[in-house]
């Protein structure tokens, strides 16, 4: 329980953050903040850049023997993941990658390696880590709308 409320909280702040940077990008370009929807470039950041950097490391070294950048953010593979949760997202690169041997990575890899495929599909990073959580990721949808969108 105290877990949940916890999470509830961080949440609920990282929420509010977004609302108030929404609330002063708004007025400076002089739209009503009551009338800006959140969207990707609004979207709770997720991770951090350096996660993001190296899991570009694991991704050259490990992934790329199978998967082209194209193959993580291209049209199949943002309906397959719009609105799935983060941990979903991460929980299959997890136990189903390196295709030929799942599972051999390690922990933090596998984080990293999640980060980098959401800065490639333009989801913020942020000063918050991502740590592989299931409760606090599977409270979390990844807004993947087609290329184009």
Same mark, same amino acid.
């Given at each position: 329980?105290?877990?949940?409320?916890?999470?509830?909280?961080?949440?609920?702040?990282?929420?509010?953050?977004?609302?108030?940077?929404?609330?002063?990008?708004?007025?400076?370009? &002089?739209?009503?903040?009551?009338?800006?929807?959140? &969207?990707?470039?609004?979207?709770?950041?997720?991770?951090?850049?350096?996660?993001?950097?190296? &899991?570009?490391?694991?991704?050259?070294?490990?992934?790329?023997?199978?998967?082209?950048?194209?193959?993580?953010?291209?049209?199949?593979?943002?309906?397959?993941?719009?609105?799935?949760?983060?941990y979903e997202l991460f929980d299959n690169i997890r136990?189903?990658?390196?295709?030929?041997? +799942?599972?051999?990575?390690? +922990?933090?890899?596998?984080?990293?390696?999640?980060?980098?495929?959401?800065?490639?599909?333009?989801?913020?990073?942020?000063?918050?880590?991502?740590?592989?959580?299931?409760?606090?990721?599977?409270?979390?949808?990844?807004?993947? +709308?087609?290329?184009?969108?």
């Amino acid at each position: 329980m105290l877990l949940r409320s916890a999470l509830l909280l961080t949440v609920t702040l990282t929420i509010a953050g977004v609302a108030a940077s929404s609330a002063r990008a708004s007025s400076a370009t &002089g739209a009503p903040a009551s009338r800006r929807t959140l &969207g990707v470039g609004d979207t709770v950041a997720m991770y951090t850049d350096s996660q993001a950097a190296l &899991g570009l490391e694991v991704f050259t070294a490990v992934c790329s023997e199978c998967h082209e950048v194209e193959d993580l953010t291209n049209e199949d593979f943002r309906l397959n993941w719009d609105n799935t949760t983060l941990y979903e997202l991460f929980d299959n690169i997890r136990t189903t990658m390196p295709d030929e041997n +799942p599972g051999t990575l390690t +922990p933090q890899q596998y984080i990293d390696v999640t980060a980098y495929v959401l800065q490639l599909n333009k989801l913020p990073a942020g000063d918050v880590a991502f740590t592989g959580d299931s409760a606090s990721a599977s409270a979390i949808r990844l807004p993947l +709308p087609p290329v184009g969108h």
